[in-house]
């Protein structure tokens, strides 16, 4: 027993003087057939380091034939010369976009200005004078929130620019919950701001064999006559690729009708203000039967949104009478608690894909995004591995991985082939870790109380 203990995992690099006990530093792997102290059974159940229980990177993502032919052949009948700029302008402000301003923050900025300009004895001014400084400072000085009506022309753009980076960051989405609950078989789905309709490709390339109805829901009627052309193939006639699709304006908000899964992807920064995104993912999570994908831009706006809708379910004291079961985070943090992040970077992933191959699109590109899913149930059904949240820096005979882990707390740890590299677990979590990507789950438990690293990180330097 005290020999097999001395091969707890240890994580990090620790100068010597800290004077913290080996015991509060100890990992142990939490692999299905393995314990604490039994180190005679197979780590990784004869599989190679590549292939351990926390991979869940997917190679370049690619569109389904069908699809990319129906995207060429839209574009190529209707593209004039200037798409590729248009397509460039259009995906520059969807990612630079902000969060519109609410109007209580938009009130407590006036008071602001208006008391600055009241309290300069140089500014004689009328209360129309003053008004009018306040609303120009605030013009100025505020992000000027603007709601994209996509008809039929920017529809268009809106393909070219989107669909096939916002079909892979939905496809590892949909990946995360299939590899980590393969027995999961959802019948039904829908989408929310369903837009170009790559929600219903992805979960059709993952769930094909089961799902049975997908219901797209967006509120522009061009869009969802675009997203009706490319499940035909791009043309208007013809039996669409995939059956059982069904399109509507207007969002359901009755909870007698729920759906394995619903899904938003990149729509709830589309709603013009934090009540309208409220009562959205409130009647989300009421249709929602097992899993709620949400999916944004990967900057601080997108983030900090997600946080938000995160917060409001977890905490929501509104229960579907229908459907009381409690939600839990299924992805991508291992724990319920507040977001580590939050004030600092945003929570991304990246997924390579090959884009639809026009003119201007021949290289592989990299989707930055940020995710939360949301399942209903107990917490104990999700695995509390710590997540790897930036790229890992693999460096000679020494691996750098920034970690989430269960007890709230970012980690950075630096595992060393001559520490963890020897014998027991420790070569294994070592390959492991060298072998994992960002994204990933790195197998193994942290106690809550662990100290930080004094190790510089690499990326800082």
Not at 272 to 289: H, I, M, N
Request: charged share 20%.
């Amino acid at each position: 027993m005290a020999a097999a203990l001395k091969c707890l995992l240890t994580l990090g690099r620790w100068c010597p003087g800290l004077g913290v006990a080996p015991q509060a530093r100890a990992l142990a792997a939490l692999v299905p057939g393995v314990t604490q102290v039994d180190n005679k059974s197979g780590f990784l159940q004869k599989r190679p380091h590549r292939q351990h229980p926390g991979i869940l990177k997917l190679p370049h993502v690619r569109l389904p034939q069908a699809l990319a032919n129906g995207a060429q052949l839209l574009l190529l009948g209707s593209a004039g010369p200037t798409m590729e700029n248009q397509v460039q302008t259009l995906t520059s402000y969807l990612w630079s976009r902000h969060l519109p301003v609410e109007p209580e923050e938009l009130q407590r900025r006036a008071r602001h200005l208006e008391k600055k300009f009241l309290e300069n004895p140089d500014l004689s001014q009328t209360e129309e004078k003053l008004r009018g400084a306040v609303l120009h400072a605030l013009r100025k000085t505020t992000y000027h929130w603007q709601e994209l009506s996509y008809t039929e022309g920017l529809s268009l753009v809106y393909m070219a620019a989107r669909l096939d980076g916002g079909f892979a960051a939905v496809s590892r989405a949909f990946h995360e919950i299939r590899a980590r609950n393969p027995a999961f078989q959802p019948q039904t789905l829908m989408d929310f701001g369903s837009g170009t309709g790559s929600v219903t490709w992805a979960a059709h390339s993952i769930w094909g064999q089961s799902l049975r109805e997908y219901m797209c829901v967006d509120r522009s009627a061009a869009m969802l006559v675009l997203a009706e052309k490319l499940l035909k193939g791009g043309s208007e006639s013809g039996e669409p690729y995939i059956p059982g699709v069904f399109f509507r304006q207007f969002l359901p908000v009755s909870p007698k009708v729920q759906f394995d899964v619903v899904v938003s992807a990149f729509s709830l920064s589309e709603l013009p203000s934090k009540a309208d995104r409220t009562e959205v993912v409130q009647t989300l999570w009421r249709k929602t039967g097992h899993f709620l994908v949400l999916v944004e831009n990967g900057t601080k706006a997108g983030h900090s949104l997600l946080m938000d809708a995160r917060d409001l379910v977890l905490k929501g004291k509104e229960k579907s009478p229908l459907d009381p079961r409690p939600g839990f985070v299924f992805a991508p943090c291992p724990h319920e608690l507040p977001c580590p992040q939050l004030t600092n970077l945003a929570c991304s992933f990246s997924q390579a894909y090959h884009p639809i191959p026009f003119s201007w699109n021949k290289k592989p590109k990299e989707e930055k995004f940020s995710m939360v899913i949301l399942a209903r149930g107990s917490p104990e059904e999700a695995h509390r591995w710590p997540r790897i949240t930036q790229p890992v820096l693999k460096r000679p005979r020494h691996v750098h991985c920034h970690l989430c882990c269960p007890d709230g707390h970012m980690q950075h740890a630096v595992l060393t082939a001559r520490r963890h590299g020897s014998i027991c677990f420790h070569r294994d979590l070592y390959r492991c870790a060298r072998v994992s990507s960002w994204g990933d789950l790195l197998p193994v438990l942290t106690p809550s109380a662990f100290p930080p690293s004094t190790a510089q990180d690499p990326s800082e330097s």
